[in-house]
């Protein structure tokens, strides 16, 4: 009986330590039987998955995983060929990580102010989506052009969010870069550039969550009838070491439009445009402490530096 039970101890033993191993796989994208979706949905969770080539189509993942970029011909892309949000991450917990990659082309998947939503990824479960190296670029949704945070935390290393844009013929948009819409946003030595939407929040557009950016650059970001060309923030704004210039809005806070809280630490915020008031960042909470000032430098904004 001992012997038995030691058996069974064994086995059981062997079949916890094969679940905790962490498996390798391959998606070749120009092989039909290395589809990158049927690799993610045979995966075990804490799988990493090496993408190679361009995978063309709509991705979801729903557990903890890793995608590695590994092309030897350029960056390892995902192109979502204008039929919704390229990556759905819907993952409810753990921590889903992308690295190296390319995601363009998508046009967006969740319905958000009667307009799609999440042009590049959506992020729609509890868990943690971390990019690193990554580059969100070129696709086009109402909101959250590029990226649409729905819950969860969403975190970005050393990747770009740039040339994304809302959207069709008289339709209209928050969120040109990211949009903010629950969880809570880290943007490390990352940039926000070159994205465009209509109503507010040109490069980042907070709805009340956590945002906190470090040695971060936003610049070059549009609103072409609303504020925030840099930000619109109505949550709570941290921001250290880090740069707003020649993003506009057509009406207020041509850099920051602030209806929340926060601060900005030696940080600078120069050459934004605002169409009516607060070139640089305009102060709009009539209660409560707003944005503060730590060594940081809002200088030469159009037509003034602020607006309260």
């Known amino acids: 009986m001992r012997h038995l039970n030691a058996l069974v101890l064994s086995v059981a033993l062997l079949l916890v330590g094969g679940a905790t191993q962490a498996a390798m796989r391959t998606a070749d994208c120009s092989n039909p039987n290395t589809n990158l979706q049927t690799v993610i949905n045979s995966a075990a969770p804490g799988d990493t998955i090496l993408v190679n080539g361009t995978c063309t189509g709509q991705f979801t993942i729903s557990q903890p ?3 590695e970029g590994v092309s030897s011909t350029g960056a390892a892309t995902l192109n979502g060929n204008q039929g919704g949000s390229v990556l759905t991450v819907n993952a409810t917990s753990g921590t889903v990580t992308l690295n190296d990659l390319f995601i363009t082309n998508g046009t967006g998947t969740r319905l958000f102010e009667a307009n799609t939503a999440g042009g590049g990824i959506y992020h729609t479960g509890a868990s943690t989506l971390t990019l690193n190296e990554v ?5 086009q949704a109402g909101s959250g052009s590029g990226i649409d945070n729905e819950a969860g935390s969403l975190i970005l290393t050393h990747s770009s969010v ?15 870069g990211i949009l903010m819409d629950g ?24 709805n009340g969550t956590q945002v906190t950016l470090s040695n971060a650059s936003l610049r070059g970001n549009v609103v072409t009838a609303g504020g925030g060309g840099g930000i619109w923030n109505f949550g709570t704004l941290t921001i250290h070491s880090s740069k707003l210039t020649l993003n506009t809005a057509s009406t207020n ?7 929340g809280s926060g ?33 940081t430098t809002v200088v030469d904004n159009t037509p003034n530096d602020f607006c309260q």
């Not at 740039?162 to 040109?176: F, I, K, M, Y």
């Not at 806070?253 to 209806?259: A, E, L, R, S, W």
Request: proline share 1%; with cysteine; net charge negative.
């Open 135 to 139: 580059t969100v670029r070129l696709n």
């Open 263 to 295: 601060s900005l630490t030696n940080s600078i915020v120069t050459m934004n445009t605002a169409g009516s008031n607060g070139g640089g960042i305009c102060n709009e909470k009539v209660a409560g402490t707003p944005l503060t000032l730590v060594d």
């Open 183 to 206: 969880g809570s946003l880290s943007l490390t030595s990352s940039s926000v550039s070159h994205n465009q939407t209509v109503v507010n929040g040109g490069g980042i557009y907070n």
């Open 162 to 176: 740039n040339h994304n844009q809302c959207c069709a013929s008289g339709l209209t948009g928050v969120g040109g």
């Open 65 to 67: 995983l890793t995608l």
């Open 253 to 259: 806070g041509g850099g920051i439009d602030n209806f």
